[in-house]
């Protein structure tokens, strides 16, 4: 009996180390959404229109705080093409 009792313990650790040890799914993770423009977006004009076109349309989303953002200008480059 308590031999029983022993490779039944055994078989129930060894199953729940195998369900606990997976590596993950083969889905992948998705995109961290931020709160606010990250700092590496208001390093150029260009990094700025980079980072507002790869911005997934979103209505349920609440908008990013942007009052004390001044979006970086340039008077030398050519304006960027607006496409979605």
């Given at each position: 009996m308590r031999k029983h009792f022993?490779?039944?313990?055994?078989m129930g650790a060894a199953a729940l180390l195998t369900a606990c040890g997976?590596?993950?799914g083969?889905?992948?993770e998705p995109?961290?959404?931020a709160d606010?423009?990250?700092a590496t977006a208001?390093?150029?004009a260009e990094a700025y229109s980079q980072y507002a076109g790869s911005l997934a349309e979103d209505d349920?989303?609440?908008p990013l705080p942007v009052t004390d953002?001044?979006?970086p200008a340039s008077d030398t480059a050519e304006p960027a093409p607006v496409t979605r």
């Open positions: 022993h490779l039944a313990w055994m997976g590596g993950g083969s889905s992948p995109a961290a959404t606010v423009v990250p208001t390093v150029s349920l989303r609440e953002l001044a979006p």
